[in-house]
Structures are given as structure tokens and as C-alpha cells.
T-cell receptor, first 112, second 115 residues
Framework: QKEVEQNSGPLSVPEGAIASLNCTYS??????FFWYRQYSGKSPELIMS????GDKEDGRFTAQLNKASQYVSLLIRDSQPSDSATYLC????????????FGPGTSLSVIP | NAGVMQNPRHLVRRRGQEARLRCSPM?????VYWYRQLPEEGLKFMVY????????ESGMPKERFSAEFPKEGPSILRIQQVVRGDSAAYFC?????????????FGPGTRLTVL
């Protein structure tokens, strides 16, 4: 059974700090990795996707992937109260018959 | 380019009635996924469909639930004889290609309330 785990929350950080969200996955052959943000009562929205080892930066967000350790993380720099949401890690397969597996999510609260 | 559309946005049913949830994928997308989210819980995969084909229904309850994605028209998630435990948000997502690696784009969801 393929699994995706995320660090348990809720995570609280002060405004302006760096928020670090972690995710591990069980399937070694996974090829695609996604971070979604979900505000309360809303649908998930894609923040970033990453496919290769290393870092990928987009504005205040940096995704880090380490396939050898089966680990993917999301860093949010200069955290803002508007970043307060649940962050979902999702891991994709390699064939057309694979489905994307979502982690349970980590709730982030940015304190003004 | 219109996003993923779901309707109705809110649906109220009494126990024993049927619920039909509709999802129109983004233009050009031929792959649809349905998820259920209970209050304060994570997304739970239900079913993955391509046009006229169910690829993976491992997350679907064995009874009362069914899904289809016809050649023409939206994908339908059907829940027969609803019970209070079916109350949840149901999200549909779509992706463009037939690879498990593709980004999924989510619709706004249907909030089902069973009285």
C-alpha cells in the first residue's frame, strides 16, 4: 500500500518567519511530487510541482526533493497570515494507471 | 479557459434519497478523479476515470456508490440511499494526459448534507 506522510500539525510560525513543511513517501519509483494549499472550506489549489532532485523556487516558496531519502519538503519564506491554510503533499506514479496519492495535510497558522 | 466545474455546489438530501454530483473537467482534459473530504479530515481518493472507462475505483465503497464519465457530458458520481455518514465535501479534479504524473486541477467541490 503506497503511503504519503506529512509532519503532524498544527504548525504555528510568526509572521515573517520561514515555515517548513515535510513529506515522506513509501513508493521508491514515484516520479512526480506536488504541493497543494487548501483554505478552510475551499478546494485544493496547486502551489508547486517538482520532478527532479534538488530545489525548485517560485517566489516565496521553495520545494526540495530527495528521491534517495524519499522526502519532499516545502519552505515558505517571509510567512504571511494569508499563508495560514492546510498544505497537502501529493505523490504521483509512473504509468497511466497510477493515481496521485495525497498525504493527510499539515495545518499552518501564521501568527501576526 | 474555464476551470473544473462542479454542480451543484451545495446539495441537501434526506436519508434514503439519491445524490448526483456532476463534474465537467477543464477543456482538453480527459481524466477525472473524485475525492471525498470529511470535516477536519484529509482528501480520500475514490475513483479515477477516463472517458467511458473506470481506471481505478479502489477508493469507492462497494455499495451505493457509482461513477461514470461518458463520451459526451460531465462525469457523474452517484450515491444511492444516502446516509448521514455520506455528508462530506466531494471534490473532482481533472488532468490532461494519461499519465499518473500529471498535475490535477480541482473543482470547487460539492458539499453534501444528509438530513
Amino acid at each position: 500500500q503506497k503511503e504519503v506522510e506529512q509532519n503532524s500539525g498544527p504548525l504555528s510560525v510568526p509572521e515573517g518567519a520561514i515555515a517548513s513543511l515535510n513529506c515522506t513517501y513509501s513508493d521508491r519509483v514515484s516520479q512526480s511530487f506536488f504541493w497543494y494549499r487548501q483554505y478552510s472550506g475551499k478546494s485544493p489549489e496547486l502551489i508547486m510541482s517538482i520532478y527532479s532532485n534538488g530545489d525548485k523556487e517560485d517566489g516565496r516558496f521553495t520545494a526540495q526533493l530527495n528521491k534517495a531519502s524519499q522526502y519532499v519538503s516545502l519552505l515558505i519564506r517571509d510567512s504571511q497570515p494569508s499563508d495560514s491554510a492546510t498544505y497537502l503533499c501529493a505523490v504521483g506514479g509512473t504509468t497511466s494507471y497510477d493515481k496521485v496519492i495525497f498525504g493527510p495535510g499539515t495545518s499552518l497558522s501564521v501568527i501576526p | 479557459n474555464a476551470g473544473v466545474m462542479q454542480n451543484p455546489r451545495h446539495l441537501v438530501r434526506r436519508r434514503g434519497q439519491e445524490a448526483r454530483l456532476r463534474c465537467s473537467p477543464m477543456k482538453g482534459h480527459s481524466h477525472v478523479y473524485w475525492y471525498r473530504q470529511l470535516p477536519e479530515e484529509g482528501l480520500k481518493f475514490m475513483v479515477y476515470l477516463q472517458k467511458e472507462n473506470i481506471i481505478d475505483e479502489s477508493g469507492m465503497p462497494k455499495e451505493r456508490f457509482s461513477a461514470e464519465f461518458p463520451k459526451e457530458g460531465p462525469s457523474i458520481l452517484r450515491i444511492q440511499q444516502v446516509v448521514r455518514g455520506d455528508s462530506a465535501a466531494y471534490f473532482c479534479a481533472s488532468s490532461p494526459f494519461n499519465r499518473g504524473t500529471d498535475t490535477q486541477y480541482f473543482g470547487p467541490g460539492t458539499r453534501l448534507t444528509v438530513l
